[in-house]
């Protein structure tokens, strides 16, 4: 946008939501501010305009900022969402907003990962129709899909309703909340039933790509886990089309370098989260277990999450003896879920 088109959108538009639209308000508000601002649109006086228009951006941001509404409704034609002007949690190429109680509206902040959005839905509506219907619990349910246009911007965004249960807790805040290492009790069974989720997904040809801490939240009382973020997924041995940057050294050889992937890529990440949750708490054999997930070329790695969960187990009964259920707690139950920055 130049400075003319910005000037000519905030002194003709009747009001706010023509300027800021209804997604990403506050970062259009920067932009326009950025090009606006007397020290550089006006500084040479080459379009005086630049002033009064930033001036009118202040008024328009105060009546956006003081408008009382804590909602945003996006109508579909089919549906309408109401949803919270707040995201409630940030992921890492989309913010996730609450939608009734157990329902979020995932919208990309740049339009230009629509199209790992609709990877996303592609692999969801996969899994559901594919899988074992015993493990959906593992995944989110994909609600809907759809396309929408933000009436300031004109941006056109891939737009998924996503159903999930509430009081989960990704990895990065367990590991967080227990910065010594987590028990290998205790991780012992959120990684059981991390390879449970990925067994049930290779089974229906997909493979996830981006096993983080991030992407593996737990449900405490229950032990439960469920794997988000499927917006990296290789179909039938397709390439990761992407990274996330801050866990670049997570990444086995074969994502790197894009050849395909194979079951043996989500194991071997699934492997690094053990053995970063643990860390030093974690006993010598387990140590040497999460070590041999995570051999450097493909084909030496174990390739069946069903056959690994069963050495898992010969391996967790040998240390501790029969399985027992080991109540864990987070401290803080009223925490909003976001992505860890800094996974190390």
């Known amino acids: 946008m130049t400075v003319t088109e910005a000037i000519h959108l905030v002194m003709t538009a009747p009001g706010p939501a023509e300027v800021f639209g209804t997604d990403d308000a506050t970062r259009r508000y920067h ?168 067994g049930f997904a290779h089974r229906t040809g997909l493979v996830h790509g981006a096993v983080l801490p991030g992407h593996v939240l737990i449900e405490p009382q229950q032990h439960g886990v469920v794997i988000v973020d499927w917006c990296y997924a290789s179909v039938d041995g397709s390439p990761v089309p992407a990274l996330v940057p801050a866990y670049a050294d997570w990444y086995p050889d074969e994502i790197r370098r894009r050849h395909a992937p194979g079951p043996g890529t989500d194991l071997a990440m699934a492997a690094r989260c053990l053995a970063w949750l643990t860390g030093e708490r974690a006993p010598a054999p387990v140590r040497r277990f999460t070590a041999g997930c995570q051999l450097a070329a493909l084909r030496q790695r174990p390739d069946d999450a069903w056959r690994l969960l069963a050495e898992f187990d010969d391996l967790i009964e040998r240390l501790w003896g029969p399985r027992r259920f080991r109540p864990f707690t987070m401290p803080d139950p009223n925490h909003r879920q976001g992505t860890d920055p800094n996974p190390r």
């Open 31 to 198: 932009q326009l501010a950025r090009l606006l601002h007397p020290d550089t649109a006006g500084a040479d006086g080459t379009d005086p305009r630049a002033t009064d228009a930033f001036v009118r951006l202040a008024e328009l941001w105060q009546r956006h900022r003081n408008a009382g509404r804590d909602t945003v409704t996006i109508d579909t034609g089919r549906h309408r969402y109401v949803v919270d002007r707040t995201a409630t949690y940030v992921g890492d190429l989309a913010d996730l907003y609450r939608h009734g109680d157990d329902q979020l509206v995932k919208v990309p902040r740049d339009p230009a990962n629509n199209d790992l959005i609709a990877r996303e839905q592609t692999a969801l509506a996969r899994l559901a129709e594919r899988g074992d219907p015993r493990y959906l619990p593992y995944v989110p349910r994909l609600v809907d899909a759809f396309r929408h246009r933000d009436t300031g911007t004109g941006a056109l965004r891939q737009v998924s309703v996503l159903g999930t249960p509430t009081g989960l807790y990704s990895l990065a805040e367990v590991r967080r909340a227990h910065p010594d290492g987590v028990d290998a009790r205790d991780a012992a069974w959120m990684f059981r039933r991390l390879l449970v989720g990925l």
